[in-house]
């Protein structure tokens, strides 16, 4: 069986050419963001946060060397590239898809109208005209009721930034619902879901409070699968919803 | 209701001077009911039902249940043992391969063996152990780097230790050894890595081989025309659970584990036997008597690594020795025992890769339900509508209870499968919001992902009795007592006595850590204690004085 590998890889070697990679495979979201995390982890250091580090070989570009299809990509990763700096990675088969699915990501998000904006100009109109730090936060700046959005480039793609800004019921996370919880008493309770058992709900609610709530003291409780977040459809041109994306794109977390 | 119950113990207790203090022999673990101050075996007794005859805990005391002790792992692992308690004496393993003879009373320890496993060890999910057996005073236990150590269980000093496969082709022993008459049996890990799996006895005094049984048949072997190629040499079919075992019928039971690789099956056409089979083995020389394959063909992984639990009941009104097993593939089974015959199977979970059972119990596949490149949407995803923890059958209330994943799924892509010595051999990533080995990131949890239970079936016809509902899923075992009670947990770290007829929450104690482990109880000084490992820690419980 490994010796199928082997002609595949020899063949691109010989020809010299850089390949951009196929879309062949419909990967997740949650591959995309697990991907981002394993890579930080494992290709960070020589491939650089923008995937270009090394020469000849560039991600958001699609270019690379030795690789065509998903499966090549695949294999490198597995066994590295003899005679390079490339090692073998000792990762599971769902991590080495969710590298691919990463991976893949960045030539979409690059690729993509929304992602190819101005970030300076996406910053000023993220903190003015969008007035995003109402309920976002990044690097320490603004509220905290909705998701940190500190390291937001490094986990999300164009496509769903852009999906976001523009129909948030639709792009919900799970991690970002909100509950809604009546008490005995009649009192009503909204906040971002933190953590939830079969027997309590912890959350943040709308003045940055962590309240934790006993379920059987609940008289209703709901977990909302809307945003509460206003769609920006609209009301950015789609110029500066580019530049908003290309900004949020730009943020790789603290390092 | 507390005092007259313990008066009552105490007095039994009292009539019964010296019945215990010896060795384990053979004679004891046959008869381990007799004694059920002790949990001599890893299900508690051969039958492996998990049910204990006492009955201090009661339904109405079980609100009064309080720690008495804890101990504290160094190890980060899951904690996945079930302890041995013999006259006082608790016997516990932690991961990866250390030995505790703790005071079952007070949790101080009476001697600590530390194994240290080669570097070779790989195993798949996780470098855990999950206890140890006994046969006179000496302890058997399986290693990761697929060794089998014999201990003496008062000095706790290694007597033998022999090798049982190569940790470099990623061969491991993670289950707790059965004991049988002068055996010592063990399954092998390692189906991720494209072993050849196997079950094997070993004589208990020496640690030489007695028997060994090829879960993948070799050429000229009964069952070997189900592998195409040579992929049977790569075939898994894992053992990693303890199995049970019937006197009467002189029968090992073991439940086999995928084949290899697991979400990709181009290479290896047909049923791929004895993989996600139920097996019957000759106790004394290993030869099967029977199989019944659960998952013919399997592209999902879907092991039949499960305790085959025994019970002799009524069978459509009459006497019969059966076997129970909810399976990881979503199918609650009832089969004869003395000939592997199906007798009922039905759903237990939300199931789609099949649309049902036909007559003699072989599932019939759901159109377009293979993994694809692309991903395929299965229910249930990758660890199953139940997996390797321990059920249990209570004879009083004649339920079976499962530990189960509810509306649980996986979009599995297939990839390719190339087998590289040592190395990963699955062909395909199964991908799922709901984290496969412990809790992930806390606030994911919706109705989308499914959910846990304790769910209590009547094997007789499938009817759901009662469930237990969590938010997240469960990888516990589950006890219960003569008195009706259910003790169990779950993966958000609660742990819960239930009522073993109806399901009503008694008691629950929240332990910060998941209850991965089968929970037993035992008996030191007219006091039952119940014990369970969450988190990194083994906690105690009894009632309040």
């Not at chain 2, 075996?41 to 492996?48: D, E, K, Q, V």
């Not at chain 2, 009661?58 to 008495?68: I, T």
């Not at chain 2, 302890?139 to 990761?144: C, E, K, P, R, S």
């Not at chain 2, 990963?424 to 412990?438: E, H, K």
Request: contains cysteine.
């Amino acid at each position: 069986m490994r010796t199928l590998a082997i002609p595949a890889v020899a063949l691109v070697l010989a020809s010299g050419l850089s390949i951009p990679l196929a879309a062949q495979q419909r990967y997740l979201s949650s591959d995309v963001e697990a991907g981002s995390r394993l890579y930080r982890n494992n290709c960070f250091a020589c491939h650089g946060p923008e995937g270009n580090s090394i020469p000849g070989v560039d991600f958001r570009r699609g270019q690379f060397k030795r690789v065509s299809t998903d499966d090549d990509l695949f294999r490198v990763i597995v066994n590295g590239v003899p005679g390079t700096s490339m090692p073998p990675t000792s990762v599971n088969d769902a991590a080495r898809l969710a590298l691919v699915a990463y991976i893949r990501s960045l030539h979409d998000s690059a690729t993509s109208a929304a992602g190819s904006g101005d970030a300076a100009r996406g910053k000023i109109l993220f903190e003015g005209k969008g007035t995003c730090l109402t309920c976002h936060r990044v690097n320490g700046k603004g509220s905290r009721v909705a998701p940190d959005l500190t390291e937001v480039g490094a986990i999300r793609t164009a496509e769903y930034l852009e999906r976001s800004i523009l129909a948030p019921n639709e792009s919900i996370l799970p991690e970002h619902r909100v509950v809604r919880a009546v008490t005995r008493q009649g009192a009503v309770i909204t906040g971002r879901r933190l953590n939830e058992d079969t027997h309590t709900i912890q959350l943040i609610d709308q003045d940055e409070h962590l309240r934790s709530l006993d379920k059987s003291e609940l008289k209703e409780y709901t977990l909302l699968t809307t945003s509460s977040m206003p769609s920006y459809q609209g009301k950015f041109s789609s110029a500066e919803l580019a530049d908003i994306v290309t900004y949020l794109l730009s943020l790789k977390g603290v390092e | 209701m507390t005092k007259p119950i313990l008066m009552t113990t105490f007095l039994t207790l009292a009539a019964v001077p010296g019945a215990v203090f010896g060795q384990v022999t053979w004679d004891r673990l046959l008869h381990a009911e007799r004694e059920p101050q002790n949990w001599l075996t890893y299900s508690g007794n051969n039958n492996a039902q998990r049910y204990s005859t006492l009955s201090q805990i009661s339904r109405d005391n079980a609100k009064n249940l309080e720690m008495q002790w804890v101990y504290q792992a160094r190890s980060l692992e899951k904690f996945e043992a079930t302890p041995l308690v013999v006259d006082g004496v608790m016997y516990l393993t932690e991961a990866p391969n250390t030995v505790l003879a703790l005071d079952a009373k007070t949790g101080a320890t009476f001697w600590v063996y530390e194994y240290r496993p080669s570097a070779d060890a790989r195993p798949c999910c996780g470098a855990v152990n999950r206890g140890v057996a006994i046969l006179g005073d000496t302890l058997f236990m399986g290693t990761i780097d697929a060794h089998l150590v014999a201990i003496d269980a008062k000095a706790g000093r290694p007597i033998w230790n022999i090798q049982v496969g190569d940790p470099k082709l990623g061969y491991s022993v993670t289950h707790a050894p059965l004991v049988v008459k002068d055996k010592v049996i063990v399954g092998v890990a390692g189906a991720e890595y494209g072993i050849r799996g196997f079950i094997a006895a070993y004589d208990a005094a020496t640690g030489k081989e007695v028997w060994r049984f090829n879960t993948i048949p070799g050429p000229g072997e009964p069952g070997h025309e189900t592998w195409t190629g040579d992929s049977w040499q790569h075939g898994g079919g894992s053992a990693w659970i303890t199995g049970s075992y019937d006197p009467s019928l002189n029968m090992v039971y073991w439940g086999v584990g995928n084949p290899g690789a697991d979400w990709n099956a181009d290479n290896r056409k047909g049923d791929n036997l004895y993989s996600d089979c139920a097996i019957a083995l000759d106790a004394d020389t290993g030869k099967l008597k029977w199989y019944f394959q659960f998952t013919p063909h399997d592209e999902y992984d879907y092991d039949a690594v499960q305790i085959p639990v025994l019970v002799d009941a009524n069978w459509k009104g009459s006497p019969r020795k059966m076997m129970m097993w909810a399976n990881r593939n979503g199918f609650f089974y009832v089969l004869d025992r003395t000939n592997g015959k199906f007798l009922y199977g039905t759903p237990f979970t939300k199931q789609t890769w099949a649309v049902g059972l036909d007559e003699a119990g072989r599932p019939i596949r759901a159109p377009n339900s293979s993994p694809t490149p692309q991903g395929t949407l299965v229910y249930p995803g990758v660890q199953g509508g139940t997996n390797w923890y321990s059920p249990s059958y209570s004879p009083r209330t004649g339920l079976f209870y499962i530990s189960t994943w509810v509306d649980y799924y996986m979009n599995v892509a297939k990839m390719p499968a190339e087998y590289t010595e040592g190395q990963r051999y699955t062909g395909g990533a199964p991908r799922s919001p709901v984290p496969t080995l412990q809790r992930g990131p806390i606030n994911t949890w919706t109705a989308e992902n499914g959910s846990g239970e304790v769910l209590a079936v009547d094997p007789n016809t499938g009817e759901k009795k009662w469930q237990f509902k969590m938010t997240d899923v469960t990888g516990s075992g589950i006890l219960t007592t003569a008195s009706d009670v259910v003790f169990s947990g779950g993966r958000e770290g609660f742990f819960y006595a239930l009522d073993a007829r109806n399901g009503t929450m008694l008691w629950k104690a929240a332990l910060g850590g998941q209850v991965a482990s089968g929970p037993i109880t035992y008996r030191v000084d007219g006091k039952q204690y119940v014990a369970v490992a969450a988190g990194h820690a083994l906690f105690t419980f009894a009632l309040r004085q």
